[in-house]
């Protein structure tokens, strides 16, 4: 089945039940296999997440801290 489209969190959780669900099935996401169930998780809420055009990392609730270094370098964003 295809998967549906749409960024709200609800369909995002159904993308990456469907995509881990086929994974038990047929051992692989598209044309990948993924090691372990962990890995397929990890590549299903990816491929979830890219299909919906959002960015995990915002979604984890990071908030971008802009932080100096102690050798003087230019600043790093840590999210």
Do not use: W
């Not at 159904?14 to 086929?22: A, F, K, P």
């Not at 993924?34 to 890995?39: D, I, L, Q």
């Not at 397929?40 to 491929?47: D, F, L, M, P, T």
């Not at 997440?49 to 990071?62: E, F, N, P």
């Amino acid at each position: 089945m295809p998967l549906k489209k749409g960024s709200s969190q609800k369909t995002i959780s159904r993308n990456i039940g469907e995509l881990v669900g086929t994974y038990k099935e047929k051992g692989r996401i598209g044309a990948s296999k993924p090691k372990s169930s962990g890995a397929a998780v990890k590549q299903a809420a990816a491929i979830a997440y890219t299909k919906a055009g959002r960015s995990r990392k915002m979604d984890t609730g990071g908030v971008v801290r802009t932080v100096k270094k102690k050798d003087g370098n230019r600043p790093v964003k840590i999210y």
